[in-house]
Structure formats: C-alpha cells, structure tokens
C-alpha cells in the first residue's frame, strides 16, 4: 500500500514538514499519528550485552540517516525487508548523523557471568588484606549465522583511599581502559 509523506523544506536553521494531503484531526484533545516520511535507511546489526546487570543480549542497529530530513524525537517502527522487527525511542538525529536504535532481547544470544574464583589471602600484609575475585562471561549463539556482540562489564572502582582495586587479567584482553573501572570487548560469535 502506497503511503502520501510530507515534503521537507529547510530555511536557515527551521526544518518544515509539509503535508500534501488533508486530514481530519478530531478535535477530542488525543494525540493522533499522520505519516510524514517512510525512509529506508542503511542500518548495521549486531548485538550489545553487560552482563553484570543482565543476562540478555540486546539486538541494536546503528542506522546512518542517510535523508534530508531531520528525524525528530519520538517512537520509531523499524521494518527488516518486509519484516516487522520492533519499536525504539530516537532523540533528535541531523542528516548524516548516525545513531543506534535498540530492538529489544534477542534469547538465541545467551549470556551467563559466573564467579568462579574468591580467594581470601589469610595473610596480613603491613594490616592489609589481599581478596582476589575471578568472573567467566560466557556467550553463546544458537542463531544459524554468526554474529558480532559488543560485551561490556565494569570492575569496581574504589571510593575509599585505602582499597585498591586492580585487574590482574582478561582474556581475551579488553579493548578499553580498566584504569577507568570500564571493559569491554568486541567479538564475532559463530554459530
């Protein structure tokens, strides 16, 4: 079914929808929704998980707005081919900005952080005591093709002079800063 959109028009910094076709709005002081553009956009799928706070791995497009419209804040329908894929809330994105859009769970990506490891030392060191905790991220694809996962995890980051907290290992190594509490990794999972 062919749907009528609006007509973008730009003057200085103002971006103006005009729609081409009339509509009867009820005047009963409800919101009503009118199509103003539907735009294929160019997106990249993959997935985003932080284990330490869930268990699930989120399916997110990062989609360039490759229009000359301004998209404006609001619930967008996204669409993969003829397949409904789900909703997700945009901020204001310019032409040519790109931004990401999450799609919701996605339970064929499964995540499990586990504490394998909390070690005591039961030696005092100058009235120091050294404790020692290890966690296994697990991931798993049961999709028929492999995917790219973005995962982050966090390591505590002292509030208190006397406690240090340092990383002694990952592996894989993280691709960010542990200096800053922050890790992440980014992956191809197979299937």
Same mark, same amino acid.
């Given at each position: 079914?062919?749907?009528?959109? @609006?007509?973008?028009?730009?003057?200085? $910094?103002?971006?103006?929808?005009?729609?081409?076709?009339?509509?009867?709005?009820?005047?009963? #002081?409800?919101?009503?929704?009118?199509?103003?553009?539907? %735009?294929?956009?160019? @997106?990249?799928?993959?997935?985003?998980?932080?284990?330490?706070?869930?268990?699930?791995?989120?399916?997110? @497009? $990062?989609? $360039?707005?490759?229009?000359?419209?301004?998209?404006?804040?609001?619930?967008?329908?996204?669409?993969? #081919?003829?397949?409904?894929? #789900?909703?997700?809330?945009?901020?204001?994105v310019a032409p040519g900005q790109e931004f990401e859009a999450f799609l919701g769970v996605d339970e064929r990506v499964r995540v499990e952080r586990k504490l394998i490891t909390h070690e005591v030392d039961k030696r005092f060191l100058g009235n120091r005591r050294r404790i020692q905790f290890g966690y296994r991220i697990t991931l798993e694809n049961l999709?028929?093709?492999?995917?790219?996962? $973005?995962?982050?995890?966090?390591?505590?980051?002292?509030?208190?002079?006397?406690?240090?907290?340092?990383?002694?290992?990952?592996?894989?190594?993280?691709?960010?800063?542990?200096?800053?509490?922050? %890790?992440?990794?980014?992956?191809?999972?197979?299937?």
């Amino acid at each position: 079914m062919e749907t009528e959109t @609006a007509e973008v028009r730009t003057s200085g $910094t103002a971006v103006s929808y005009e729609i081409r076709q009339r509509v009867n709005v009820p005047s009963d #002081g409800e919101p009503h929704n009118m199509t103003v553009a539907i %735009l294929p956009l160019p @997106a990249a799928l993959d997935f985003l998980t932080a284990p330490k706070l869930t268990s699930y791995a989120y399916r997110r @497009a $990062t989609i $360039t707005n490759q229009t000359e419209h301004v998209l404006l804040p609001g619930q967008l329908n996204i669409f993969w #081919g003829a397949e409904y894929v #789900g909703t997700s809330q945009i901020k204001n994105v310019a032409p040519g900005q790109e931004f990401e859009a999450f799609l919701g769970v996605d339970e064929r990506v499964r995540v499990e952080r586990k504490l394998i490891t909390h070690e005591v030392d039961k030696r005092f060191l100058g009235n120091r005591r050294r404790i020692q905790f290890g966690y296994r991220i697990t991931l798993e694809n049961l999709l028929p093709h492999a995917v790219r996962i $973005t995962t982050r995890d966090q390591i505590p980051v002292s509030r208190h002079e006397d406690v240090k907290v340092q990383l002694t290992r990952a592996n894989p190594p993280s691709t960010e800063e542990a200096e800053l509490g922050i %890790l992440k990794w980014e992956l191809s999972l197979a299937s």
